[in-house]
């Protein structure tokens, strides 16, 4: 069974500054792997996914995520955060079959 | 805005009660799955509909059920209903293209139900 592992349930930020969200996922076999976003009183939306190939993933919005096999990590990163980067930050795992398991969220913080 | 609707938006309502939250996938998509958010539990797969079939399920309870009608647009009742139960449901699609190597599946705005 796979699990996912989100370290940091609230992260907050300066403006302008770089930000990592940290993701750690567990399982047997191989495993797609997702980020996705969810902005205040809003549904979710998937910000990248690794599948196989380049272990550095870029996204929508300026974020990108990089697969370590070894580490087992996933972590989320952008250079430069934004006011409008408030949101809740999701990291998901898919196995073979079709169930998606998601972390427990990290809440990110735009500090001005 | 990802193609997927819901309805209602909220709904509130008595323990004890039935509700029926609708979703509508995005047009040519088969697959539905049902989620549910709270603070305590975080998000959680509770059922997959594959073109009118229940394909996977996760923690739904037996006092839940789902269905996916011949239009693919899905229901989700929520029977005996429990303050436990209040939460945010989301509904997602997917193509569900066979031998596609991972479905992107696309979440509706949710429907916020309140159980007092």
């Known amino acids: 069974a796979q699990s996912v592992t989100q370290l940091d349930s609230q992260v907050p930020v300066f403006e302008e500054a770089p930000v990592e969200l940290r993701c750690n996922y567990s399982s047997s076999v191989s495993v797609y792997l997702f980020w996705y976003v969810q902005y205040p009183n809003q549904g979710l939306q998937l910000l990248l996914k690794?599948?196989?190939?380049?272990?550095l993933v870029k996204g929508i919005n300026g974020f990108e995520a990089e697969f370590n096999k070894s580490q087992t990590s996933f972590h989320l990163r952008k250079p430069s955060v934004h006011i409008s980067d408030t949101a809740e930050y999701f990291c998901a795992v898919k196995g073979r079959d079709d169930k998606i398991i998601f972390g427990k969220g990290t809440r990110l913080h735009i500090l001005p | 805005d990802s193609g997927v609707t819901q309805t209602p938006k909220h709904l509130i309502t008595a323990t004890g009660q039935r509700v029926t939250l609708r979703c509508s996938p995005r047009?040519?998509?088969?697959?539905v799955y049902w989620y549910q958010q709270s603070l305590d539990q975080g998000l959680q797969f509770l059922i997959q509909?594959?073109?009118?079939?229940?394909?996977a399920k996760g923690n739904i309870l037996e006092r839940f059920s789902a269905q996916q009608f011949p239009d693919l647009h899905s229901e989700l009742n929520l029977s005996s209903l429990e303050l436990g139960d209040s939460a945010l449901y989301f509904c997602a699609s997917s193509s569900g293209l066979a031998g596609a190597k991972v479905d992107t599946q696309y979440f509706g705005p949710g429907t916020r139900l309140t159980v007092l």
């Open positions: 690794y599948l196989s190939g380049s272990t």
């Open positions: 509909y594959y073109n009118g079939e229940e394909r």
């Open positions: 047009s040519g998509d088969l697959s």
